[in-house]
């Protein structure tokens, strides 16, 4: 299985800061005919169920706030908010998907 | 836009089976355009991918629960199943039913999730 590691465990950002979680892979998810990295991003918050924010790394999911950006490629992967907002207070998860079984990250809990 | 709900017992004694039920609706579960899945969720913890099936019937089950797990469709209703044979407080969680578009990876979207408890 790919494990997937996500650091920090959780994290402090002031409003209207710069948040950044990083996800390690224990394998690269680069998919070499195509390029692309099979790597998603969730947030999850109290009481809900993840909601979906970046695909292939860097693509973020229609609906998205543009402050959400992702990075990365092969094994080290970043997620990153622009400007830190109230609402943005949330568990974030990375996933795998570039073999079965699907894995996810630890979990990074944002707080204000 | 699919909307996933997921329904089934909240408790279950250990050894028993966990059964429940994930009902589709804006989309149909003989669409090629999905794999239809779960993933569960212990409380306060992380997220494990169980399963999915394809319109087709074909599965593709986790390896570390892949003894224990049946995925099923009912087309019939629109719906698609989880059973979890054996079940021991560990399998105490949330679990979400979620749709993983076309051949991708992804989840999304997710029902809204249901607790089950393991307990005597």
């Known amino acids: 299985d790919i494990v997937m590691t996500q650091s920090p465990d959780s994290l402090a950002v002031s409003l209207g800061e710069r948040a950044t979680i990083n996800c390690k892979s224990s394998q690269s998810v680069l998919f070499s005919s195509n390029n692309k990295n099979y790597l998603a991003w969730y947030q999850q918050k109290p009481g809900q169920p993840p909601k979906l924010l970046i695909y292939?790394?860097?693509t973020r999911e229609s609906g998205a706030p543009h402050r959400f950006s992702g990075s990365g490629s092969g094994t080290d992967f970043t997620l990153t908010i622009s400007s830190l907002q109230a609402e943005d207070v949330a568990v974030y998860y990375c996933?795998?998907?570039?073999?079965?079984?699907?894995?996810f990250g630890q979990g990074t809990k944002l707080e204000i | 836009q699919v909307q996933l709900q997921e329904s089934g017992p909240g408790l279950v004694k250990p050894s028993e089976t966990l059964s429940l039920t994930c009902t589709v609706s804006?989309?149909?579960?003989?669409?090629?355009?999905?794999?239809w899945s779960w993933i569960r969720q212990p409380p306060g913890k992380g997220l494990e991918w169980i399963g999915y099936?394809?319109?087709?019937?074909?599965?593709n089950y986790n390896p570390s629960l892949k003894s224990r797990v049946t995925i099923s469709l009912d087309t019939s209703k629109n719906q698609f199943s989880l059973k979890l044979s054996s079940v021991t407080a560990a399998d105490t969680a949330f679990y979400y039913c979620?749709?993983?578009?076309?051949?991708?990876?992804?989840?999304?979207?997710w029902g809204q999730g249901t607790l089950v408890t393991v307990s005597s």
């Open positions: 099936i394809y319109f087709t019937g074909g599965t």
């Open positions: 292939w790394a860097s």
């Open positions: 804006g989309g149909s579960v003989t669409s090629g355009s999905y794999f």
């Open positions: 996933q795998q998907y570039y073999n079965t079984p699907y894995t």
């Open positions: 979620a749709t993983l578009p076309g051949r991708t990876g992804w989840f999304d979207p």
